[in-house]
Structure formats: structure tokens, C-alpha cells
């Protein structure tokens, strides 16, 4: 992975305008690489707007078709690959992109399309995908993009932000592979800041209490404050309610999700990778604001991972932010525009506070906004 440095950002930028977008093209065959949920999309998006998919390949076979077309194998394809159009349907955090993309170029693939080409060809019909979105929209917050570049506070963060927005648009492909050797949440930014003093943490997000039974490994752990709206992960076997009860401290468990108000939000699901707001959602949720339901309670540690909720909830937390300036843990990654609106968001909300991004898994998934008060 190179270093990217604002101009060179700003280059790559420009020249992306200014190419023509890759398109799949209907007089060549289609194979889709992948036979996920992702991938499963993919085709039948590809279907409806009259294009013709031969296929899916694979890496290792677990079934011979997927909607009645062929499920080949990588290895194993004796198809002309010149004349395939090779349609990337993978989007996780577990496998790089570039190591993917890499095989498929070992094995003889030249046109290959990926997640960010599909999008801005279909991103319409596809819908809310995470961070996924079409190179435009990078390209025209760019004023944005530096407004952040500036607040960071060293030069890690820096180059993450970049990194992330140029791999986003199609032109970083190995970040993919990279990640920070800083553990999540629980870090050198986080736990210096602490100092060793009680700390009364706020989880949103808690899911099954993995993450708090993590910090009291870490910290001098005494109050917990756990919002999880999920009921199969508040209250059914090894769930956070029978996690936190093992722990020996003040806790409180919420079935709530959290929100700039009271209200029932609708979620989407994510195809694998969790849920987020969406007007036309097939679950919903009760939620509240952090100002509403602590009120005079001090807490120094908040973390949030509520699926694109994040900036609703930091509204709805402005109060006790204010008040008792804690740490923040905020991920940035369930919306494609994330990246630059929380830090711009925080910056109006935190004052003298200090700003850092990390990477924590790969293709820029588990993304962590850290915010230290000075």
C-alpha cells in the first residue's frame, strides 16, 4: 500500500472524472464471481435491466447452480475467459478484494468489474450496500473530504481517511489487505486517554456483551450503560443480559436502539452484514436518545456500532457530551457518506476534542472514528 498525500488524492480525483465509468456491456458474457447473497443480488439486478448471466463462479464449489444457472469453478473454467465480463459479487469484511481480484487475473481474467463499477451502473436498483457508492459521490464531497483531512490529529489518521476514500473510488484496490494493528475500541488512543480512572462506558450496540466484558479485561470498569434492540441477542441463550450479570459491576441493559429521539425507526437488512435505517425496512425498532434516558448520569466512554444510526444518536447525545465530555468510539462505515459527515458532525458537538481514524478489519469495514477530549 503507497502513501496518498492530499494532492495526489485530489490527481486521482480529477482523473477519475474524467475517465469514461467501466460498463458491463450486453453483447459479451456475463459470470459473476461469488454465489452470496451479494452475488445473488447482483445477478438478479443484471437480469431485470436485460442483460443475460451465464453463470457463477467460484472458489471452492458448495453447489452446482444458483437459480438454475451453473456454478463453475475458478480452476476450473473452460470458457474463453477474453470474452468473459467477470462481475465481482463479493462484499464482506472477511476476504480482501485485492487478493480476490488477484486470483481471478492468475487465472486468466482481464475484464473484470468491481463493486464500485457495478454501482455506479446499477447502484438504483441495488440500493443501500454500506459504504457502497458510485465515484461521483466521492468525488463531489471532496470539499468535505479535506475539511476532515485537517481536523485529524496525526498522520495515521490521515492517510486512513485517503486511503479509504481513493479504494472506494476504484483506484486504491490494495487497502483492501490493510488494516491497523490497533485492537478495536480498546487502544492506545483509548486507554491512555482514560489514564486508569473508573470508567463509566456507554455501549451502543452492545450485542451480546462481548465488547464490555472486553473493556473490563482492560479498564477499571464500574458503571455499563448497554443498549441492544435485537432481542435474540438481549435475551436468549448466551445473550448480553446473561454476559453482564457475570460481570461485578453497576450495569444497565436497554432493549432499545438509540436514536436523536423516541421513536420507531425502520431497519433494512444487510444481506449478511447487519441492518441499517431505512424508510422502507423489513424490521422496526424502538428507539431513544442518550439525553433522554441518562439524564444526570456521568459517563467518560462511549461506543457506537447502530448500523447507520450513528449521527442520529450523537444529536441525540449532545447534552451529555457536552456536559461530561467522554471518549468516543464511533464507527463510520454503514453509510457511504460516514466518513466525512461524523468527524464534521463531531466537530460542531466536540469542542477542543482530538480526532483519529482506524481501519479494523478489511475492504475499509469496522472503520472507528475516535474522538479524545483535549
Known sequence: MNDIDMDKFVYLCNKKQSEDPSKILKDKSIWIFGAGNFAKDLCKVIQQNGFIVQGFVVSNIVQDKVFELPVVSLKEFCFDKKKIQ???????????????????????????????????????????????????LIINSLPKIKRVFNLLEDEASKQCLLNICAFRLGVNDSYASFKHSDNQYFNQITLEALNNSPVKYVDMGAYNGDTVIELSKKSNLVNAYLFEPDFNNFNNFNNLVESVSQLKIKSLCFPLGVSDSYKILSFSSGNGEACTISDDGNMHIATASLDEILI??????????????????????KKIIKKCRPILAISYYHKPDDIWEIPLLLEKQCENYKFYLRQHLYNSFESVLYAIPS
Open 296 to 317: 444526570n448520569h456521568d459517563v467518560n466512554f462511549i461506543k457506537m456500532d447502530i448500523e447507520g444510526a450513528e449521527a442520529l444518536a450523537l444529536i441525540g447525545a
Open 86 to 136: 467477470l462481475v465481482f459479487g463479493v462484499f464482506n469484511r472477511e476476504t480482501p478484494f485485492d487478493k480476490l481480484k488477484g486470483s481471478m487475473k492468475e487465472n486468466g481474467f482481464d475484464s473484470i468489474f468491481m463493486p464500485w463499477d457495478i454501482y455506479t451502473q446499477f447502484g438504483e436498483f441495488l440500493g443501500w450496500r454500506f459504504w457502497l457508492s458510485s465515484s461521483n
